[in-house]
């Protein structure tokens, strides 16, 4: 999985003794698996929102924001590593 697809994924979130778990991860392959284990959810609507930097060589960055929680978000490089 890539950056932005990560940042889009749904989540999941272990929280004082309660895993909270977005409605699209409860329904996922991974979610069914871990309620099928015994794991219980706690269904929240969003886990926060999220903006994320990945360096790559020669001074590649790649900014990535949330693409729908809150409303979407924004993500640039302002000055690139080694230029």
Same mark, same amino acid.
């Given at each position: 999985m890539?950056?932005?697809? !990560?940042?889009a994924a @749904?989540?999941?979130? @272990?929280?004082? &003794? =309660?895993t909270?778990?977005?409605?699209a991860?409860? &329904?996922? &392959?991974?979610?069914?698996?871990? !309620?099928a284990?015994?794991?219980q959810f706690?269904?929240?609507?969003?886990i926060g929102a999220?903006? !994320?930097?990945?360096?790559g060589r020669r001074?590649? =960055?790649v900014? =990535? &924001?949330?693409p729908t929680?809150r409303?979407g978000g924004?993500a640039?490089v302002v000055h690139? =590593?080694?230029?």
């Open positions: 890539g950056l932005p697809e !990560a940042v @749904p989540r999941v979130s @272990p929280r004082n &003794a =309660v909270q778990a977005e409605p991860f409860i &329904a996922s &392959a991974q979610g069914r698996a871990l !309620a284990m015994g794991h706690s269904e929240i609507e969003e999220a903006t !994320a930097l990945e360096f001074g590649y =960055v900014a =990535v &924001a949330e929680r409303g924004s640039m690139p =590593v080694g230029r």
